[in-house]
């Protein structure tokens, strides 16, 4: 497995690549890789013919008051992790590389998705999602893109920029991967104690309730919203930043369940903050 520190060097495998007409698939990670990242490898190893991953701990997605010098950095476990899966190379620049003395261009999905969720907490956080990916996309050359779906308002966000600036990558969202007892995976899983990784578990249960109602012909969507905050609140460690429910993919209000729907919570066990969902009514 290859491992590039640079643009140039990442550019010029990239093209060589394509020369030779070999399809190539991107999987963007922040690192600290687990089960889940390796479920977008499989999904690129499976689709492409070259697989790169991204290692980069984008500095633009974070806020000021947020984890961005804690967030955990694993890089020799995350290439053995990578190895094991058949990656065929992994961009593993610096902060400087990637935005260097002078950089000044952003990616700014400016409407109505990037604005609730997770988007009305975090405000600067989608424009450096978008940038990094952009960039992640030109760098590698990819025709096909990998992105979870526990962030799935991100793949709404990522899906958004590349129709609206024409780029040739086809973006793919692959399933949220789970314990076995329901906790969605996730890197900062790594700051939960063990009784907050016990109390974590109300996400995924309270998001269960729900479906389970959805499925009895419960499809008014407050009603929806209301047994998943109940849910919630009778874990008395967890604290709710939003419970919200929007048509999926265009993240637009409903008041009934009448078409795909994705229904999304932001919880903090403690100071840990961690989200999940489910998409109700898909086909
Ligand atoms: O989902 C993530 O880990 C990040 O937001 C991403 C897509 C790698 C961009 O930094």
């Known amino acids: 497995m290859k491992i590039f520190r640079t643009v140039k060097e990442t550019q010029a495998f990239a093209e060589k690549m394509k020369r030779e007409g070999k399809t190539i698939g991107l999987c963007p990670t922040m690192g600290a890789l687990h089960e889940g990242h390796m479920t977008l490898m499989r999904a690129a190893r499976a689709a492409c013919d070259i697989v790169i991953a991204s290692v980069f701990v984008n500095p633009t997605q974070f806020g000021p008051t947020e984890d961005y010098d804690a967030y955990p950095r694993r890089f020799e476990e995350d290439c053995k992790k990578l190895e094991a899966e058949g990656v065929d190379a992994v961009f593993h620049p610096e902060p400087s590389e990637m935005y260097p003395d002078g950089y000044c261009t952003y990616v700014n999905v400016d409407g ?25 996309m030109n760098i590698t050359r990819a025709d096909e893109a990998f992105f979870g779906q526990k962030d799935a308002q991100q793949v709404v966000v990522v899906c958004r920029f590349v129709s609206d600036l024409n780029l040739p990558v086809h973006v793919n969202m692959v399933p949220i991967c789970r314990e076995e007892n329901g906790l969605a995976r996730s890197s900062r899983n790594v700051y939960l104690s063990p009784e907050e990784r016990k109390a974590a578990l109300i996400l995924s249960q309270s998001l269960k309730k729900a479906k389970v109602a959805y499925e009895a012909g419960e499809k008014d969507v407050e009603t929806l919203k209301k047994i998943v905050s109940d849910s919630i609140q009778t874990e008395p460690i967890a604290s ?36 999940d969902n489910i998409i109700l009514g898909a086909k």
């Open 240 to 275: 709710i930043d939003y419970v919200d429910l929007f048509s999926f993919p265009d993240l637009k209000p409903m008041t009934m369940v009448n078409k795909e729907a994705l229904l999304a919570i932001a919880v903090k066990i403690n100071k840990i903050r961690l989200i």
């Open 112 to 136: 109505d998705i990037t604005h609730k969720l997770c988007g009305a907490q975090r405000p600067i956080h989608f424009r450096g999602v978008a940038t990094v990916v952009t960039k992640l």
